[in-house]
């Protein structure tokens, strides 16, 4: 993360008081515990339909009906316990907001309403996120009025997201916030340390709260994030984490206004890296996958699963090796071999599966990749990815040459992250991301 250019003493000064106050233990007082957005019976005992001035549910399903040609994706035949009105004043008026979390799910979604008393105009998107983790507020800074959005994944990792309230009516779903912070963890995230021991972090409440200031005294708003690290230690015995120690901790952003960013002032990434494992490819909602890697099977083994495939797609390499797809809904599995056809003789169905592409939502990786995530999100798996550019070498045997998969059958992409296990486990993960989204994940080996 490039840092703001600010002249070293000054800063150095500046350090040393914002870290002075941040090692004070932050109070209980201090924390904030995220409420979700239910909604109670009584709430909507007290629903009047008939008041003109006031924003209801009724009105809002209504409004979401007559428009369902742009809601029916997302929110079309709303229940009553599924909606959340809130009625904000900011800057001496009022605005109001609708939470949106759908029976059984795990997520909320946010959307600010435009009305004129008490007609509803419109409904615009503005974040989603997990909800027992999301709340909101609405904020004025030096860099403007925002929104602030906790939002988190279902694994409960997430950021505190920035969002300007003038832009709110020009946003789409899925569209990433002017700003966003590192400020939710209440995911174990297990890493092995070198004695052996496993460990994982976490922020206590899952979450940091911020403070808003002029630190360096520059007229521009800045940031702290203010809470409580914990550390576990998983007991294999009691099979549970275990708390271990607590320490008080503050993450420091400057402003830099040539950039327009928050800068992290820390030289600690509290975001753990962690090496890539065997475990972490193993493949949700496959009977076959979901316990140890493609490569312990054979294509007997798929089609037994799986029948025959939509297709078998077969190309040759430049060094003469015969690479085999073949495609099923969600999923690829490719052979490679010696052979130009890949048959139904015993020879041929013996053959073991080298690589697995997944190629739509329909599955997803144990360490809680899909198609269509956001790229955002893969910081929250805690793996050390190396980012790949579009046109970078590619230093893969599934991925570069001729014969790559990018290549051959025409993904379009912006980046691969791609992470490597050990050398004794010998596997390793391309992560394919275009405009923003994961569009395919493909498992790789070493060697």
């Known amino acids: 993360m490039k840092k703001d250019r600010i002249d070293v003493v000054v800063l150095s000064l500046i350090s040393s008081l914002m870290l002075s106050g941040c090692q004070a233990t932050v109070s209980s007082s201090d924390k904030v515990k995220v409420n979700k957005p239910l909604v109670t019976d009584a709430e909507a005992a007290r629903e009047n339909v008939n008041k003109k001035n006031v924003i209801t549910k009724g009105k809002i399903k209504k409004f979401v009906k007559e428009h369902k040609e742009e809601y029916e994706d997302l929110i079309y035949g709303l229940k009553d316990n599924e909606i959340h009105i809130e009625e904000k004043t900011f800057k001496n008026q009022k605005l109001y907001f609708f939470l949106y979390t759908a029976n059984g799910s795990w997520a909320t979604t946010l959307y600010q309403i435009r009305e004129k008393d008490g007609v509803i105009e419109a409904l615009y998107y503005i974040s989603a996120g997990a909800a027992d983790y999301f709340d909101f507020d609405i904020i004025s800074i030096s860099q403007g009025d925002f929104i602030t959005v906790y939002s988190a994944t279902h694994m409960g990792n997430g950021s505190l997201e920035f969002l300007e309230l003038d832009n709110i009516p020009d946003r789409k779903a899925g569209e990433e916030p002017d700003y966003e912070l590192y400020a939710v963890d209440n995911h174990f995230e297990e890493l092995v340390n070198k004695n052996g021991t496993i460990t994982s972090k976490t922020f206590e409440n899952g979450i940091l709260t911020p403070v808003y200031e002029d630190i360096n005294q520059d007229g521009n708003t800045d940031i702290q994030l203010k809470g409580t690290l914990q550390e576990y230690q998983y007991n294999e015995e009691a099979d549970k984490e275990e708390l271990q120690d607590t320490r008080s901790i503050c993450e420091i952003y400057l402003f830099n206004p040539k950039d327009k960013t928050f800068v992290l002032q820390s030289e600690e990434d509290l975001r753990e890296k962690k090496t890539l494992t065997t475990g972490d490819i193993v493949i949700n909602n496959h009977d076959l996958l979901n316990d140890c890697p493609c490569?312990?099977?054979?294509?007997?083994?798929?089609?037994?699963?799986?029948n025959e495939p939509e297709k078998?797609?077969?190309?040759?390499?430049?060094?003469?090796a015969y690479w085999?797809?073949?495609?099923?809904?969600?999923?690829?599995?490719?052979v490679i071999n010696d052979r130009p056809r890949l048959g139904k003789n015993a020879a041929d169905m013996a053959e073991n599966i080298d690589y697995v592409?997944?190629?739509?939502?329909?599955?997803?990786?144990s360490i809680g990749i899909q198609v269509g995530m956001k790229e955002t999100e893969l910081a929250e798996t805690g793996i050390d990815f190396l980012i790949i550019k579009n046109g970078d070498?590619?230093?893969?045997?599934?991925?570069s040459g001729r014969t790559g998969y990018l290549r051959k059958l025409k993904v379009s992409y912006d980046s691969v992250?791609?992470?490597e296990s050990s050398y004794e486990e010998n596997v390793a993960l391309a992560v394919i991301v275009k405009d923003g989204k994961v569009v395919r994940i493909a498992t790789d080996k070493l060697y």
Not at 295 to 306: A, L, N, R
Not at 360 to 365: A, C, E, H, K, V
Request: net charge negative; proline share 0%; no cysteine.
């Open 324 to 334: 085999h797809y073949l495609v099923y809904d969600g999923i690829v599995y490719v």
């Open 312 to 320: 078998l797609v077969e190309y040759k390499e430049e060094k003469g």
């Open 295 to 306: 490569t312990e099977y054979k294509v007997q083994d798929i089609y037994q699963y799986q």
């Open 357 to 365: 592409i997944v190629t739509s939502d329909l599955y997803s990786f």
């Open 393 to 399: 070498d590619l230093d893969s045997q599934l991925l």
């Open 417 to 419: 992250y791609y992470a």
